[in-house]
Every structure is written in structure tokens, then in C-alpha cells.
């Protein structure tokens, strides 16, 4: 190797010599370049700047030369001088100086030359490197010298020859350095032909260097191999060992996943399989069903199940939004946050997840915002409501800063300035994604979230804001509220398990994100690890460190699990208490149905839980405390809510709890109950009423109805067969007390045993609930607990307002401020406004400084101050317990308003105070309150005069109290519901004490003006209530009350005046009275107990049905909704007829001027043809909207929720005359009256009429008239009707004038056939049928009334109807004079009226 080195060593030597010989050589000719380069740089700018110059001309340039006749002399010279530089030969001309000899002339050639095309082109490629020396000689002996070639002189004669003077010029300089230079570039072009040699024989001799060198490399490269495969194969058995580690470890490791993952990835491959359906199904959750509830979403989801594997598409069996959209670990954390845990409340939360539009969530109960506000904390949200004067900009930097956004409380109508950002209306600016909201344009981070929420608990929606958001029902579920309960009750009873059960929740979850962010670690690195995964050193140690930390986490779950588990099991101990208070939280959530004013908060209800936790009584044995538990919350929660319900809803309320209960232990179903309100749904039943004498129609269908009912299988046969059983039932006095005829005592439950009571005898319905709420849940539900504001006072703090709910003739003022001098607030401490148009900024301001100093505020008819109210809510929520003083309350006073906000309600103490019922309390309250209470007023009379006046005190206050007492007989009583209260009473005493004072003799008359029209009947709007009153009146102002020392005020004796005596005699006297009173001292009859208790009935049923889900009428046979509606609306449409053809009516029937009822006729048809038209109309659309072929509007939701509980729907009643008939008696009435119609069109006028039939009965009785006055030439304004009551119910032939009619029903009386007179109504018997009545028109001064009684006649029971502008209601038709034995006063007292259509 030396050797060869050695020889390597001569060859570079030798090689380094010839490389310094040729890079000489290479120098030299270089140098010679160089010279040739600098030579030739004085010639070659003069060249280019020729051919620019020649560039510069065109053939137009050209042309002109060559067109000169006669060219200048510099321009022949140029061309002479290009035509020699072209070697044209001149021409031998004539001399033209005349000498007679030749001369040579370059214009002739100089001519053709410029007209070659090509001449431009020739010139610039012309061969500038061998131009012939003969040429160039004579370029510079004639042309260069000569002065007048010169491209500046020539320019003046022509810029042609300019540039071709230049050019010549610019060819003579090259040409000349050119001859210089072609020496040298001889000698360089010998210089790089030796150097090429030289270099070619060095080329040669590093060939063969290089031969020699590759021949070394192949050498020391095999060498090289050896070594480094002796290198790999020592490396290959390390990596070996290593393998056989790392295999041990990987199997080790991940073999216990095998099960597992085998199980994931079967389970994957199920849901990949459904993935289609699954997905599909979820997208229409999240875009349709947010707004529903969890049992339509349940039908829903099923429907698209259905279709979807109709359609082949594969999907899930048991779908779960939660499980196809929903990550576990995320949920758990919503769980954490305050979402509730049940099932509809995570598919919500789901949705808000994966929704495109933002979420505006009903959500009545605060859950939904709790959640939000716990789970976006870390995000900086932002809380804002549109009342906040800055919600703009808070919202702004946070669409800039890419904060969430709350907006909460929101009501119908959303702010329209928020619109492009519920539309997502983003753009691009500058590169930077922007939003203009309102006039400003704002930067938009995609980080940016918004929430809105309402507390409205139904509110409605315009469609142009549902499309914008994503609605969702947050109503809080009976499950999610009952786990809530559950872990308060826990977290009480048993804290140590709670707080143990809240850690391990905490923990597992933690265990569940650790697992999972385990397994993706375990994933990645198998995924990403390329080639051998036994080679990647880093990878297996990830994986074994994944693994050890997963069996730790999986042995720590294993344990949290089991202690889960027993925890569960001690906490399900505590479930009965949760779920029962859940069933009585669900009890209060519908009252706003009823009431607005009945609102009441989750937290409220969760805070009176924890309360009944901590004060009832404690017991070691689980059972005897859950009793404990359960009657002590169940009773304050009655309590609490009692004080705020008016008294007609205290037993509903008491109903509902029990009811509810009851139906939650499946002890009631929901088609029992049901039924129980509303009586079923049918139109006509064709099993004749075995018993008519004495069972009304209306009962013989319910009876039919409830046999179908579960429980009641024969009941209709057996009642058919046992009629003389079910007869003593139905007249037995206290019907709800007795046992049913077997076997149905037996057979039948509690509730069943009332249902049967509720068909036969409605009336006893009120008191039969009484009973069984007394019965289930214990005499003190039906006892309320008195009104006392102290205790509603020690409930409230700062900042919570105490609000009375007001109703006709309460005014609580004189016992606030009484209680405030109690409290020692009186005075300048106690400040009172009366809310109206611009009273809201003082209030505002007597508000914040009573918060302040620690003073009361009393804000009176609120209600009035509907556009003040938000401004109210906005104070309300400003209360915090560091800014208030704690001496401060703000009490409220307003009438039941839907307007009234929400939120102040529930978060306040509600309390009602009703005039006292009963005329002992009614007395006793006149008797113990100011004036009569003052001893200065009840003495304030002259001695002589004070028998007087103490007897007429005495008499004011009972009729003040007898007022009161006869609103409860409804329309009997009064005709409108009138708010007499103790303002009226305290006036009237006060005027009764001046006139006494004043006069030896009590003027009578002015003080039963004064009291009567004025006082009281200032509040009456009705005429028939103003002769109501006064009559009244009369029978307590009168001279016998002053004289009779035991003047009667009842026949019966019972409640007379008082002999006089002390004050404290008289209130003794008040004491001893019977707490209840019978109709007689009111005047009335023993029936219209019956009547009130049938009204009550009434009420209670329609209250109770408003608080309850939509739902079918029961004994359905098990038909969905969706069948029945279908059945009743297309029943009802084959029912009635087609409408009357109007222009046949005109045609037959045409306006005559001695007969108007063609025109009362045809009037009728238009008015019944346009009802017809709404109710087919509406029926139709109904049935199409079921098949889903028409949408399905609100005014048509509100017609199947009537038809569904057998009402009249609204819609129908806005077109229709009046009624109060259910469903099934209405339609048929209406195909009654449609009938006689049609009779009379066929037929010709009837001869009796029926009355009740017309639409309109004024326009008939206007043609009574009408048709006498023609005939007998009478002005019309002086006649009026006189009547005659004919011994018959029909009548074959027609008066000579005036008509005949029937279809009244007496009210308050019967007719007595024989003396031909109204008499006492029989008992029970509430109607009665009036014979046949001739109107006979007559000069209205001639009508007598003597021996009659003016009786109002009403189109329905209600008599009260809107005022019009006769001063009669419009529900009042006409009055006439029905012949009486007793007194006119013995009929006004009973409320005597004639009817035209009964309720039934």
C-alpha cells in the first residue's frame, strides 16, 4: 500500500506542474481577451446607439425621403455615403452646373435602394466585421472629413437621414477599432488552442489518477463492510434481547385490554352500523324537539325509528340522543355544574351543545341558568338582562373578547338589535371576521357563546324568533326534581354519605376523563409508532406507564364503585320523601293557570324543604321519620301557599295535593280523573234515561259515559235495573254521607264512590271533596289557616317584598298601618303611594331612600301600573342583602294581573285577605273595626236619639254584610260580582250618625238615597242590581226596625234587631248567631243553595281541568287523542246542516211593509249561516291538521283542547249567541234552532214562536212591534209590550196581533197552571218550564203592572253580559210582566228571572 501511495504521490506532483503551465497559458489568454473587449467598448456604444437610431425609424419616415423631388444636399450626401457603405454604383448624370460633362449622382441608386422593403432590415444586419477596404477608404476620404456630414446638420433637412448618417458614422468608428483588434484576436484565438491542448492532456493523466484512487476506495470500502457487519450482527442480537423485554412487557401490558378493546371495538361496530339512522334521528332532535316535552320527544323518536327502518335505514332500537351526540365525561361535568341528571334534562344539555343556532331556554324553575352560570364560571361569563342600561356593551367586549354571554329573563319579544347575531350575520374585514351589531361593526371571536333564558313557564313564540334560536323546554322534570330533593334530604339527614357520595362522583368522573385520556394516549402512540412497534424504546414505555396508571385508576373505580353502590342503597332509604315531594312541587307548578298571581320558585319550594328537614320531629327509625318528614312538609307547604290563595281555590288546592298523591301511588288513573271534571265527551246518546221525572238528561249521559270507564264495568244496567235504590240516593239530604246501592259500595274506591256522586248529584260534589281530603289527608287541610300578617312579616327579610293580592271589597291598608304602629313604623317611618299614570319615579325614589334609612314603602294598585312594572322587577333584583337596611319592607298591593313580573312574585310573600264569609263574621268584622269599634263614634249621638241610632247602626252593618253574602250565589245574588267593601259601610254609618245628629226625625228616604243609590249603589252598574239593592235596602232602613223592639230580618226569626243596649251587647249578640245561614234571611229560596253548590261544582271542576295536562275526556275505550278529536269533529260537521240559500230566502220571504218578519227571518238565516260557517270551517281544517295536511294553528290547538273536555271552543263563541251549554247540548240546540228555521222557511211563519231559538231576539220583538204600529198607523216609540200567560205549551193558530212564544224557563219560582201565578219553586227543582206567552203590543202608558212582577229575561244563567248602551247588559233581552199573588219585593229578594236557554 506504501507503494501505491508513493506512486499516488508522483502522479500528483506531476499532475500539480501541468496544471501551472496551463493556468500560464490560460492567463495569457485572458489578458489578450481582455485587450480585445476593451478595444472593441469605444466602438460598440456607437453602434447600438446607430441601430436605436435606425430603430427609431419608420417607413413613413423612409417614404418621405424618397418621395423628394429635389432632396437637400445633407440628405443626398447621407445617401450617397449609405448607397457607398451598400457598394451601389452611382449613375453618370448630365452636370447640371451646364458644363455639357458627365458627373457621377447617388440619388438614382440612393431612390431604389429606399424602396426596397427591406432597406431598415438590411442596415441592421449588415456585416459589420467585413466591410470590404475599398469601402471604407473612401467613407473616410470623402464623407467623414466633410463638415456637412454631421448627424446634427443633417437632423434639420430630415430626421431619416439623421439616423442613417449616424449609422454610417457609428460603422466607420467600429470598422476602425475593428482593424486594431482582429491582430489580437488572432494571437488569442493560437492562446486557446494551446491552452485547450494543455488542458486535454491534464484531463488525460487525472483519468488515470482517478482509476488508481477508485481502485483504493473499492478497497478500503470492502474493508469498511467487513467491519460494520461484523458491528450489525453484534447490534442485531442487543436489539433482540430488547425485543424479547419489550414483547414481554407489551403482552403483559396490553394484554388485559383484549377483552375490553374487543368489546369497544364490537360495540363500535354496532354503532358505525347505525350510525346513518342514529345521526339522522339526532339532527331532527336537536332541530324540532327542543321546545317539547319528554314524552312527545319519546313519540316522536319512536315514529322516526319506524319510518327510518321502513326506508332500509338502519338505526338504533332503543335510540338515546345522549349516547350518539353525548360525551360521557362532558355530561358528568354538566352533572357536576347543576344540570339535572335525568335523562330529558342531558338530551337538553346535548342539544345546547350541538344546536348551529344559539339557545333560548324556558326556564321557569332557574335550572338551565344555574347550570350555565356554574359550567361557563371558568369563561368569564357574562350575566346581563335587557332591563341593564349597559347590556350592550357588556355584550359587545364579550363578542370581541370571546367570552360567553347570559342573557336571562327575557320575555316574548327579544331585542331586534341582537338579530345578526342570532343570525350568525358575520363578514370578513381586513381579514378579521367581524359582526355589525346595531350602527357599530365589532370584531367576532369564534370563541364567543350566547345563552338566553326566560322564566316564562309557557310562553308563545312568533315564528321569526323560534327560527333564529334554538327553543328548548328546561321545565324541570318529576325525576330531575326528585334527585335533587334526594340529595338535599341526604345531605341533611345524613351528611358524611353525601359529602362521601359528592367526592366519589368527583373522583370517578376524574377516574373516567384519567381512563379516557389513557386510552387516546395508548392509541396515539400505537398509531403514530411506525415500522415495529417492539423498536420504539419511547413507545413501549408510554404504553407500560398508560397501563400501570390504568389498573391503579381501574382498581380505585372498582372500590368507588361498591361505595357508590351502598351508598345508593342508604340513600334510596331516603326516596319515598323525595318522590313525594316532587309529586307536590308538580302540584303547585300549574296554579298560574288559575291565578297569574299564584307563582311560586324552585327555590322557594327547596328552601321549605330543607326548613321541614330541620324543624320536624326526629326519630332513629327510618320509617317513623320519613312520616314525620312527609306530614310536616306536606302541611307547610299548604300552609305557605294557603295564605296566598283566594279562599274559593283553598279546597281545590287541598283536592289537587291529595288527587295528585293519589295518582302518583296509582291509586286514581288519569281517565278517572279526568273524567271526574269534565263528565267525558259525547254528543248524543241513544240509550233512552230510564228515569226522566227526576234524572236529568245531562246525568243519564255521564252515567253512560262512566260505565265505560275502567272500575265501572255494568254500571249502566245495574243502574237501570236498581232505579228505585238510585232514586232514594239521588233525595237523600246529604247524599255524599250515604253508602252507594250494592254492590257498587263495596266494589267501588273512595274516588270511584264520588265519580257516581258527581253524574247524580253535582250539587254535593264541593262537600263529598271536602270530606275526602279530610279523609286522606287529614282535618287540617280543609281547615286554612287564618290570615296573619305577623307571620307572613317574621317569613320576609329586606329583600323580599310582601305583596296582598286583592279582591272585591278587601282593603288590607287599615290593618298594615295598624300593624305598622305595632311594629313602630309608623308614621314618618311608613310611607304610602297609590300607583297611576306618573307616580312610578317617586316611587322609585321613596323606594331608595325607605332602603336606605330602613323605613317601610307601601306601593298600592300595582296593577294599574302596567308599564311600570319592569321597573319595579328591576328594583326588586337590585335588592342585595349588604346594600338594604334590615329595618326596610317594601309591601305591594295589587288585583291578579298576568302582567304582573314573574320573578318578584316568586320571590316574595304572597297574601290574600277576602271580606269575611258568613253574615256572624261578616258582622263581627264591621262590629270590631273602625267606626263602629271607636266608642266615640258608637256614643256619638244625643242620648234620645241613640235607640235610634244604634237600631239603624245595627241594621246598616247586616245589610252591609247580607250585600256581601249574596255574591255567593252567583248571578242569583247579583247579576255582576260587584266590589262593595268597608269603605262603602264606613261612609254610610257616618252619614247615618250626621243625619241622626242633625234631624228630630231620621229622614228615611234621604238616608236610603244616600246609602243605597249613592254609597253602594254607586258600585252598580246593572239596572236589575240597582231594584235589587234598593229592596234590600229597604228592608233594613225602615220605620218597624226603630220601633219593633225584635224587628225580623228572616221569616224564620232567627236574625232579628237587637233590643238596644251597650256596645259589648251587641258584639255578644253577633257572637251567639249560627256560623252558617240559610237562604231566607237573604230572601231567597232553599233551592238556590242548590244552585250555589252546583255553581261551586262548577267552578271547582274548571279550575281543577286548567292545572291539568291536555288530555281526552275520559271513557275513550283506550282511542288516542288524535281518534277522538277526529270522531267528535266529524260527528258534529254531519250534524249540521247546509246553509240557508239567503237569495231563495229574499225571493220567498221578501221585505213587506206590513210584514218585518221576512226580514227578522232572513236576517236570522245570515246570522246562523255565518256560525255555521266558523264551526265547519274550524272542524275541517281540524280534521286536516290531524292528518298533518294543514298546520296545526293555535286558534286550532285551543278548538281541540275545548272538544277534547266537551267545551264550546272559544273561536266558536266569538261568532256564536250566547250559551253555556257543554259541548254535546250545544251542538244539539243548534241543529234545534237551525230546524225551526228551516220550518219556517218551508212552512210559513209559525203561530207560536219559539223565542230562545232567534240569535238576535231583540229584532224579533222589534218586529212585533213594528207589524202592530204599521198596521194600526202607530208611532212605534210609543208602544210597548204587554203579556198575557196562556194555560198551554203550545198553541195551533196565531194571534190577530202581536205572537205567541215559548222556550222560557223560570228561575227563582215556578209557574202555578191553576192560580195562574208564580209560585215557590219545589224543592230541587231549580227550572221551571213557562206555559205559552201571547205579546200583545199596546200604547205603553195603557200596560198596567199592578199584581205583576217585572221580570228581567236573560238569553242564559250568567245574566251579566257586556254593558250596553241602554244600560242593560247585553245578555238581558226584555222584561216582561208575569202575574203574582205576593209582592213584586218577595221576587226581586229571590232573583226571580225568565231564562231563554239553560246551562244543561
Avoid at 357563546?449 to 309557557?458: A, F, G, H, S, V
Avoid at 260580582?977 to 247615618?992: E, V
Avoid at 288524535?1122 to 225571493?1147: C, G, S
Wanted: proline share 5%; glycine share 6%; charged share 25%.
Amino acid at each position: 500500500s506504501s507503494r501505491i501511495g508513493l506512486i499516488i504521490k508522483q502522479w500528483y506532483q506531476r499532475r500539480v506542474r501541468d496544471e501551472e503551465v496551463a493556468s500560464a497559458k490560460a492567463a495569457e489568454a485572458t489578458t489578450l481577451k481582455e485587450e480585445c473587449e476593451n478595444d472593441l467598448a469605444e466602438a460598440i456604444p456607437a453602434l447600438e446607439a446607430a441601430l436605436a437610431a435606425l430603430d427609431t425609424l419608420k417607413p413613413a419616415d423612409i417614404t418621405i425621403v424618397k418621395s423628394m423631388k429635389s432632396p437637400p444636399a445633407g440628405v443626398k450626401l447621407v445617401m450617397a455615403a449609405v448607397c457607398v457603405m451598400k457598394d451601389a454604383k452611382p449613375d453618370k448624370i448630365n452636370d447640371p452646373a451646364g458644363t455639357g460633362g458627365k458627373i457621377l449622382d447617388y440619388w438614382g441608386p440612393s431612390k431604389k435602394l429606399l424602396g426596397d422593403m427591406s432597406f431598415l432590415n438590411s442596415l441592421k444586419i449588415y456585416d459589420k466585421d467585413n466591410i470590404p477596404v475599398h469601402i471604407m477608404k473612401k467613407i473616410r476620404t470623402e464623407f467623414i472629413p466633410n463638415p456637412e456630414f454631421d448627424p446634427n446638420k443633417v437632423k434639420n433637412a430630415s430626421s431619416a437621414a439623421e439616423g442613417l448618417c449616424k449609422w454610417v458614422c457609428a460603422l466607420e468608428i467600429y470598422d476602425r477599432v475593428a482593424k486594431v483588434v482582429a491582430p489580437k484576436k488572432e494571437s488569442l484565438r493560437e492562446a486557446e488552442i494551446l491552452v485547450n491542448k494543455l488542458m486535454e492532456t491534464l484531463d488525460e493523466k487525472r483519468s488515470e489518477l482517478a482509476a488508481v484512487e477508485a481502485k483504493l476506495t473499492a478497497l478500503k470500502d470492502s474493508l469498511k463492510e467487513k467491519i460494520e457487519m461484523k458491528e450489525s450482527l453484534e447490534i442485531q442480537v442487543d436489539q433482540c434481547e430488547k425485543k424479547l423485554v419489550r414483547a414481554e412487557k407489551l403482552i403483559g401490558g396490553l394484554g388485559g385490554e383484549k377483552d375490553r378493546w374487543s368489546q369497544s371495538a364490537k360495540d363500535l361496530q354496532f354503532l358505525y352500523d347505525n350510525l346513518i339512522g342514529d345521526v339522522l334521528i339526532s339532527s331532527g332532535v336537536v332541530a324540532y324537539l327542543g321546545p317539547f316535552t319528554t314524552s312527545y320527544r319519546s313519540l316522536c323518536v319512536s315514529g322516526w325509528t319506524k319510518s327510518c327502518s321502513e326506508c332500509g335505514i338502519t338505526c338504533s332500537d332503543e335510540f338515546s340522543l345522549s349516547k350518539t351526540l353525548g360525551d360521557p365525561i362532558k355530561i358528568r361535568a354538566w352533572n357536576i355544574a347543576g344540570l339535572p341528571s335525568d335523562s330529558f334534562s342531558v338530551d337538553n344539555g346535548v342539544i345546547v351543545d350541538n344546536s348551529r343556532r344559539w339557545p333560548l331556554m324556558i326556564d321557569p324553575q332557574g335550572q338551565a341558568n344555574k347550570w350555565i352560570k356554574n359550567s361557563e364560571k371558568e369563561n368569564k361569563i357574562s350575566v346581563v338582562k335587557f332591563t341593564d342600561s349597559d347590556y350592550m356593551r357588556t355584550l359587545e367586549n364579550s363578542i370581541q373578547f370571546g367570552n360567553p354571554v347570559l342573557i336571562e329573563n327575557v320575555g316574548e319579544e327579544l331585542d331586534p338589535s341582537l338579530e345578526p347575531l342570532l343570525l350568525k350575520q358575520t363578514f370578513k374585514q381586513g381579514g378579521i371576521t367581524c359582526i355589525k351589531l346595531g350602527e357599530e361593526t365589532i370584531e367576532y371571536s369564534s370563541d364567543f357563546k350566547l345563552y338566553i333564558t326566560t322564566k316564562l313557564r309557557n310562553p308563545h313564540y312568533l315564528p321569526e324568533i323560534s327560527v333564529k334560536v334554538s327553543l328548548l323546554n328546561f321545565m324541570i322534570t318529576p325525576e330531575g326534581l326528585e334527585d335533587q330533593l334526594l340529595g338535599i334530604v341526604v345531605a341533611k339527614e345524613r351528611p358524611e354519605l353525601e359529602e362521601e357520595r359528592n367526592a366519589l362522583i368527583i373522583q370517578s368522573a376524574a377516574n373516567k376523563k384519567s381512563l379516557k385520556e389513557i386510552e387516546d394516549q395508548i392509541l396515539e402512540t400505537l398509531s403514530s409508532s411506525e415500522g415495529n412497534i417492539l423498536e420504539d424504546e419511547s413507545a413501549i414505555q408510554v404504553l407500560n406507564n398508560a397501563k400501570v396508571l390504568s389498573n391503579e385508576i381501574e382498581k380505585k373505580q372498582i372500590i368507588a364503585d361498591k361505595t357508590e353502590r351502598e351508598i345508593a342503597q342508604s340513600r334510596e332509604g331516603y326516596r319515598s320523601i323525595a318522590k313525594h315531594s316532587s309529586v307536590l312541587y308538580f302540584s303547585i307548578a300549574d296554579l298560574p293557570n288559575i291565578d297569574p298571581m299564584y307563582q311560586y320558585s324552585l327555590a322557594w319550594f327547596i328552601n321549605l324543604y330543607i326548613m321541614s328537614i330541620e324543624q320536624s320531629n326526629k326519630s332513629k327509625i327510618l320509617e317513623k321519620r320519613l312520616r314525620y318528614l312527609t306530614d310536616h312538609f306536606t302541611y307547610s307547604l299548604y300552609k305557605n301557599v294557603c295564605r296566598s290563595l283566594f279562599e274559593k281555590d283553598k279546597l281545590l288546592f287541598s283536592f289537587l295535593l291529595c288527587s295528585n298523591l293519589l295518582k302518583d301511588r296509582s291509586e286514581i288513573t288519569e281517565e278517572q280523573f279526568i273524567f271526574f271534571l269534565t263528565g267525558g265527551v259525547g254528543l248524543e246518546n241513544n240509550i233512552k234515561n230510564p228515569a226522566p221525572e227526576w234524572l236529568s238528561d245531562k246525568s243519564w249521559d255521564e252515567v253512560c259515559r262512566m260505565s265505560e270507564l275502567a272500575g265501572f264495568g255494568g254500571f249502566r244496567k245495574s243502574f237501570q235495573a236498581n232505579i228505585a235504590d238510585w232514586k232514594r240516593y239521588y233525595d237523600a239530604k246529604e247524599p255524599q254521607k250515604i253508602k252507594l246501592p250494592e254492590p257498587w259500595q263495596s266494589k267501588l274506591s273512595d274516588f270511584q264512590k264520588m265519580t257516581c256522586l258527581r253524574c247524580i248529584r253535582p250539587d254535593k260534589v264541593v262537600q263529598a271533596v271536602t270530606n275526602f281530603v279530610e279523609e286522606k289527608l287529614g282535618r287540617h287541610f280543609i281547615e286554612p289557616p287564618p290570615f296573619n300578617i305577623a307571620t307572613c312579616y317574621q317569613d320576609s327579610n329586606p329583600i323580599m317584598p310582601l305583596i296582598f293580592v286583592l279582591s272585591p271589597g278587601a282593603d288590607p291598608m287599615a290593618g298594615l298601618l295598624k300593624f305598622a304602629e305595632d311594629k313602630g313604623m309608623g308614621g314618618a317611618k311608613f310611607n304610602a303611594i297609590s300607583l297611576g299614570q306618573g307616580q312610578g319615579p317617586i316611587a322609585r325614589k321613596m323606594i331608595e331612600q325607605a332602603a336606605e334609612e330602613g323605613s317601610w314603602v307601601a306601593l298600592q294598585n300595582v296593577h294599574l301600573a302596567v308599564s311600570w312594572m319592569s321597573e319595579l322587577e328591576k328594583i326588586c333584583e337590585d335588592f342585595t342583602v349588604d346594600q338594604v337596611n334590615p329595618g326596610f319592607r317594601l309591601w305591594l298591593t295589587s288585583y291578579p294581573s298576568p302582567k304582573f313580573p314573574v320573578t318578584v312574585l316568586q320571590n316574595s310573600v304572597k297574601m290574600t285577605n277576602e271580606p269575611p264569609t258568613g253574615l256572624k263574621a261578616n258582622l263581627l268584622q264591621s262590629f270590631t273595626t273602625d267606626p263602629v269599634s271607636d266608642s266615640s263614634f258608637f256614643s256619638g249621638v244625643a242620648e234620645e236619639k241613640a235607640q235610634h241610632f244604634e237600631k239603624l247602626l245595627f241594621s246598616l252593618c247586616f245589610f252591609h254584610a247580607i250585600v256581601q253574602e249574596r255574591k255567593k250565589f252567583g248571578p242569583i245574588g247579583w247579576n255582576i260580582a260587584y266590589g262593595f267593601n268597608d269603605s262603602d259601610l264606613r261612609i254610610s254609618l257616618q252619614q247615618l250618625q250626621l243625619f241622626v245628629n242633625e234631624y228630630e226625625h231620621v229622614p228615611l228616604n234621604a238616608v236610603t238615597y244616600l246609602t243605597g243609590e249613592c254609597n253602594y249603589g254607586g258600585r252598580v252598574t246593572d239596572d236589575w242590581d240597582r231594584r235589587c239593592i234598593t229592596t234590600i235596602l229597604r228592608v233594613y232602613y225602615n220605620t218597624d226596625v226603630v220601633e219593633d223592639n225584635k224587628y225580623k230580618f228572616s221569616p224564620s226569626g232567627v236574625y232579628y234587631a237587637p233590643p238596644p243596649g251597650s256596645y259589648d251587647s251587641y258584639v255578644a249578640f253577633i257572637k251567639q248567631l249560627p256560623p252558617t245561614q240559610l237562604p231566607e234571611v237573604f230572601g231567597m229560596h232553599d233551592n238556590v243553595d242548590i244552585s250555589r253548590e252546583l255553581q261551586g261544582t262548577k267552578l271547582l271542576f274548571e279550575d281543577l281541568l286548567v292545572t291539568q295536562a291536555q288530555t281526552g275526556g275520559g271513557g275513550s275505550g283506550g282511542a288516542t287523542m288524535e281518534q277522538i278529536l277526529n270522531d267528535i269533529a266529524a260527528d258534529i260537521t254531519q250534524k249540521i246542516p247546509d246553509m240557508f240559500d239567503i237569495e231563495d230566502a229574499v225571493e220567498k220571504y221578501p221585505v213587506k211593509y206590513e210584514e218585518s218578519m221576512n226580514t227578522v227571518l232572513v236576517q236570522e238565516m245570515e246570522r246562523f249561516n255565518r256560525l255555521c260557517d266558523v264551526i265547519k270551517t274550524s272542524l275541517i281544517n281540524l280534521q286536516k291538521a290531524i292528518k298533518g295536511l294543514v298546520v296545526m294553528s293555535d286558534a286550532l290547538e285551543k278548538v281541540s283542547g275545548s272538544l277534547l273536555v266537551g267545551k264550546v271552543p272559544e273561536l266558536w263563541s266569538k261568532s256564536s249567541y250566547p250559551s253555556l251549554k257543554p259541548l254535546g247540548s250545544y251542538v244539539n240546540d243548534l241543529v234545534a234552532r237551525l230546524k225551526f228555521l228551516k220550518d219556517w222557511f218551508d212552512n210559513d211563519k209559525p203561530n207560536c214562536f219559539w223565542i230562545s231559538a232567534f240569535y238576535f231576539n231583540q229584532a224579533f220583538l222589534t218586529g212585533v212591534k213594528q207589524n202592530y204600529a204599521r198596521k194600526y198607523t202607530i208611532p212605534i216609540d210609543k208602544l210597548d209590550l204587554d203579556f198575557e200567560v196562556l194555560p198551554c205549551d203550545d198553541i195551533d193558530n196565531s194571534p190577530e196581533d202581536g205572537a205567541y212564544i215559548k222556550g222560557l224557563f223560570l228561575e227563582g219560582a215556578r209557574w202555578d197552571s191553576k192560580k195562574m201565578s208564580l209560585a215557590e219553586s219545589l224543592p230541587k227543582i231549580l227550572y221551571d218550564t213557562m206555559p205559552v206567552i201571547w205579546l200583545k203590543p199596546n200604547i205603553a202608558k195603557d200596560i198596567s203592572t199592578e199584581g205583576k212582577y217585572v221580570s228581567p229575561v236573560y238569553k242564559t244563567s250568567a245574566r251579566q253580559g257586556q254593558l250596553s248602551t241602554t244600560g242593560h247588559s247585553t245578555n238581558f233581552v226584555l222584561a216582561i210582566n208575569v202575574p203574582t199573588i205576593k209582592p213584586q219585593k218577595h221576587w226581586v229578594l229571590r232573583g226571580t228571572c225568565l231564562l231563554c236557554s239553560l246551562d244543561d
